[in-house]
């Protein structure tokens, strides 16, 4: 395959086109037969699951960890906050709470793109059943999805680790302004939790509230690195797999348990597993169908392509 068949992400957008484009990898040309039997998956499985991962937001200009090149292990060798060094450590909660601050405006303005507003259109359409993803950017809900779970919470909430306080992100980012007024603005490479690239020096004299009920510390209602996704979760996902006639995932290289562990329960109950993603997955061998393409290429285009071919 020759270098000049491989592709980048290329936006026709007038604005931020070169952010969106640069944290997708090199990636070949989809393969019109592909979308086809994509297409014909799923007009057969009217009840389809759709697990997403981070993937379909690098087109939306939020970078992955692990792609090959433009992911953030590439870029940078700061590795993702654990959860128990948040638990325990004061300084590593004022790193985080710094750098979020100064990466929030931008994380939380950034909007879907053409993937997320199909899948909204298929739910819309009943012809999937809901949206499970393991990214915390809120960004199907933002597209319209409805019936959607967070496989790993969502960066738009803040929870207290004593008790059951919990406030809005942007009504904690006023807070968080007001206790740091001399803030100066920094670097802002966005990491897939809303997390950023800050000199030290930028840290620390950072204030952060403690909850106004008892006290305790504040973190972000994301699953960090290190912990477990809660029961309920894990049980409520069960039970949309078992009402699905198959499993669609998308953007996701299906590294992390939490994403492997529906695929396998989907291949318990004998169902059909079809995988768009750059690159290989952890399930492709488990995989019915395995599309190796960029998600924008390929959803946005199903249930369109034969109304385009008798059109022409």
Same mark, same amino acid.
Request: aromatic share 8%; charged share 25%; glycine share 6%.
């Given at each position: 395959?020759?270098?000049?068949?491989?592709?980048?992400?290329? /936006?026709?957008?007038?604005?931020?086109?070169?952010?969106?484009?640069?944290?997708?990898?090199?990636?070949?040309?989809?393969?019109?037969?592909?979308?086809?039997?994509?297409?014909?998956?799923?007009?057969?499985?009217? =009840?389809?699951?759709?697990?997403?991962?981070?993937?379909?937001?690098?087109?939306?200009?939020?970078?992955?960890?692990?792609?090959?090149?433009?992911?953030?292990?590439?870029?940078?060798?700061?590795?993702?906050?654990?959860?128990?060094?948040?638990?325990?450590? /004061?300084?590593?909660?004022?790193?985080?709470?710094?750098?979020?601050?100064?990466?929030?405006?931008?994380?939380?303005?950034?909007?879907?793109?053409?993937?997320?507003?199909?899948?909204?259109?298929?739910?819309?359409?009943?012809?999937?059943?809901?949206?499970?993803?393991?990214?915390?950017?809120?960004?199907?809900?933002?597209?319209?999805?409805? =019936?959607?779970?967070?496989?790993?919470?969502?960066?738009?909430?803040?929870?207290?680790?004593?008790?059951?306080?919990?406030?809005?992100?942007?009504?904690?980012? /006023?807070?968080?302004?007001?206790?740091?007024?001399?803030?100066?603005?920094?670097?802002?490479?966005?990491?897939?939790?809303?997390?950023?690239?800050?000199?030290?020096?930028?840290?620390? =004299?950072?204030?952060?509230?403690?909850?106004?009920?008892?006290?305790?510390?504040?973190?972000?209602?994301?699953?960090?690195?290190?912990?477990?996704?809660?029961?309920?979760?894990?049980?409520?996902?069960?039970?949309?797999?078992?009402?699905?006639?198959?499993?669609?995932?998308?953007?996701?290289?299906?590294?992390?348990? /939490?994403?492997?562990?529906?695929?396998?329960?989907?291949?318990?109950?004998?169902?059909?597993?079809?995988?768009?993603?750059?690159?290989?997955?952890?399930?492709?061998?488990?995989?019915?169908?395995?599309?190796?393409?960029?998600?924008?290429?390929?959803?946005?285009?199903?249930?369109?392509?034969?109304?385009?071919?008798?059109?022409?």
């Amino acid at each position: 395959m020759r270098v000049g068949q491989l592709l980048r992400f290329r /936006s026709t957008s007038l604005c931020s086109s070169t952010a969106r484009q640069e944290y997708v990898p090199l990636h070949k040309p989809v393969v019109e037969d592909d979308i086809k039997r994509l297409e014909d998956f799923l007009l057969s499985k009217p =009840n389809v699951l759709v697990l997403t991962g981070a993937g379909i937001s690098t087109e939306s200009g939020i970078p992955d960890y692990r792609s090959e090149g433009v992911g953030l292990y590439a870029r940078s060798n700061h590795k993702p906050v654990q959860h128990m060094e948040f638990v325990k450590s /004061s300084a590593v909660r004022k790193r985080y709470w710094a750098r979020n601050f100064v990466g929030w405006p931008k994380f939380s303005a950034t909007q879907p793109n053409a993937t997320h507003h199909a899948l909204a259109r298929f739910e819309r359409e009943e012809r999937v059943q809901a949206v499970v993803t393991q990214n915390v950017d809120r960004l199907h809900t933002k597209a319209g999805s409805r =019936n959607v779970v967070e496989v790993h919470g969502s960066g738009y909430v803040v929870k207290c680790l004593s008790c059951e306080y919990r406030i809005d992100r942007h009504e904690f980012q /006023s807070i968080l302004a007001s206790l740091n007024p001399a803030f100066k603005d920094a670097p802002d490479m966005i990491r897939p939790d809303g997390d950023v690239e800050i000199p030290l020096e930028y840290i620390e =004299n950072f204030r952060i509230p403690e909850c106004t009920q008892c006290g305790g510390d504040l973190k972000p209602e994301i699953v960090f690195f290190g912990d477990s996704v809660p029961r309920p979760r894990v049980d409520q996902i069960a039970g949309m797999v078992y009402n699905s006639d198959g499993l669609l995932v998308l953007g996701s290289s299906l590294l992390v348990f /939490s994403g492997y562990r529906v695929v396998l329960q989907t291949k318990d109950l004998k169902l059909p597993v079809a995988i768009v993603n750059i690159g290989e997955t952890r399930a492709d061998h488990l995989a019915d169908i395995k599309i190796s393409a960029k998600c924008g290429d390929v959803i946005p285009k199903l249930f369109d392509f034969r109304n385009s071919k008798s059109a022409s």
